[in-house]
């Protein structure tokens, strides 16, 4: 008999649940904001919080427990861009909106996204060459009638 038996398995062996929130860390990571449901939103959230206190950190341990569990595209991102946003603060990195619930099959669903944004660049637009209008000659748009039927298509309905 298992006692004192931590965290969620959302009916998964240990195998899936490791690949299911290395894929959802790192896809949090990446584009910044993801939707999943809530059951899968709260296990992944000590996960998340512990990882950028690793990232923060910075030494040589911290780094082989980070690449352990992120994708390397993943890992390269919190360590330039997430852990120097929250150099200043002390947890509470995620927050967790709460949504409705799924369509398909009553699933409570919940966003998840960082507390501090990414500050947004400012991207000058390159200057572009005026160009003299031109006059352009319209043709004039052909008018379409609908297709009619070819009455050989259609199946004979008389009396029976």
Do not use: C, H
């Not at 949090?28 to 996960?47: D, F, N, R, V």
């Not at 009553?106 to 966003?111: E, G, L, S």
């Amino acid at each position: 008999m298992k006692k004192k038996v931590f965290g969620r398995k959302l009916s998964r062996d240990k195998n899936e649940r490791k690949a299911l929130f290395k894929s959802l860390i790192s896809s949090l990571i990446l584009s910044e904001t993801i939707k999943t449901t809530q059951a899968k939103a709260k296990a992944i959230k000590p996960e998340i919080e512990k990882l950028v206190t690793k990232a923060k950190q910075g030494n040589e341990s911290a780094k082989t427990v980070l690449q352990k569990n992120l994708s390397r595209s993943a890992f390269e991102k919190i360590l330039k861009d997430i852990a120097p946003r929250f150099s200043n603060r002390q947890g509470g990195y995620i927050r967790l909106i709460k949504l409705g619930k799924r369509f398909g099959d009553d699933a409570p669903m919940a966003v998840i996204e960082w507390t501090e944004k990414a500050k947004a660049v400012a991207v000058m637009a390159p200057k572009t060459k005026e160009v003299k209008n031109k006059e352009v000659k319209k043709v004039p748009a052909k008018k379409t009638q609908p297709k009619k039927a070819n009455p050989s298509s259609r199946k004979a309905t008389k009396g029976k």
